[in-house]
């Protein structure tokens, strides 16, 4: 079997993000944290962890799929690419979802329109969130094709449980079970399917502004276009106010090689593409919220890659301290400098013996020499990091 000598991959950003609201409460909030006696703006790992994977499932080609929505889908799928009629591509869905281990769950009843408007639905659910492959729904589909002889001539009863499915259980759970580059990456919880639970390899944290942040208030209103042009009164069409915030945020992600590399059968080279597509989602993704009206499409600032071969190690604390704005205004290179000094502190206290590769790229003018190597750009540190962690041994 193959070993590879660097277990973990850590990925330190630094990025100053200008007026926006990148992640919101239940109440359209700013999120935030109390740190060192000082009020950050945060954004969840939650938020910035699905940016990252809707970028990788971009640029790799490969999808997942969350939902409950698995029958609904499934249905249409049928309907659209097979051609069949609504109420047997409906009976395949929910024969489908009744059929695996998760189970399905019957609509709730709607009393009136307005519970419909408040996410009340008409169509059959899985008992839980799925997470699978996209091409999962085309074996689904195939597998009704082979049974629509038994679906046409199933009689429904009133309470329709699994035993009623004339959808095979077995090779619908074998579907579930399945998984791609993604899965393997961000990793399963689905624990009624039996061997469906993957442990993820990427651990990410809520990122936070280095300094303190005040949020602003943006009060907003929209013209009427036929009241602009008349003139013939006052006022707006609408009127509202929104937070959003701005300064420079750490990040820290972690990937674990090994992990990854067991979860992939030992494949380096998916290892290799996969570890590459996630850092270079890590440094490229931004979260979709409010783009339009802020467009806060920054890139990093730094961006530290470190190989450790025993624990991660987050330099999140160097900023437990708030930085302080530089004489010329502005917290980037303060942060950088307040990283850099952090890093070599850790290192010198550590010991540089778990770490096997430390490199950076950035467009920060500051002294780095804390962060390893110095490289050009953001694909260079990608490959350097890698062929370090990722040189392979035989092992007996």
Known sequence: MTTIPGRFLEIHVLQAIPFANLNRDDTNAIKTVRWGDTERTRISSQCWKRAMRLHLQQHLGQKALRTRRLPEYLAKHLQQKHGWPADLAERAGRHTAAASSVGAEAPKRRKDEAAGANGASDAWTTAAMIYVPATAITELADLAVQHRDALEQAKDPAKFERKHSVIPAEDVDAVLRSRNGIISLFGRMLAQVDDAKVDGAVQVAHAFTTHATDTEIDYFSAVDDVTDAWGDTTGSAHMGQTEHSAGVLYR??????????????????????????LARAALLS???????????????????????????????????????????GGHG????????????????????????????????????????????SFEAL????????????ETV
């Open 382 to 393: 990608i490959d350097k990091s890698l062929d370090s962690a990722l040189r392979v041994k």
């Open 286 to 328: 931004l979260p979709y919220a409010k783009k339009n009206s802020t467009a806060p499409h920054t890139i990093p600032h730094l961006a530290h890659l470190t190989v450790r071969t025993d624990r991660p190690v987050s330099y999140a604390a160097a900023f437990e301290q708030p930085v302080r704005a530089g004489r010329s």
């Open 333 to 376: 290179d303060p942060s950088v400098e307040a990283l850099t000094s952090y890093a070599a502190a850790v290192n010198a206290l550590l010991g540089t013996d778990g770490l096997l590769h430390s490199a950076h790229a950035t467009l920060s003018t500051a002294e780095t020499t804390g962060l390893g190597e110095r490289v050009l």
């Open 252 to 277: 820290y992600i972690v990937v674990d090689l090994h992990d990854l590399h067991a979860n992939l059968g030992q494949d380096l080279a998916d290892t290799r593409e996969l570890a590459a597509g």
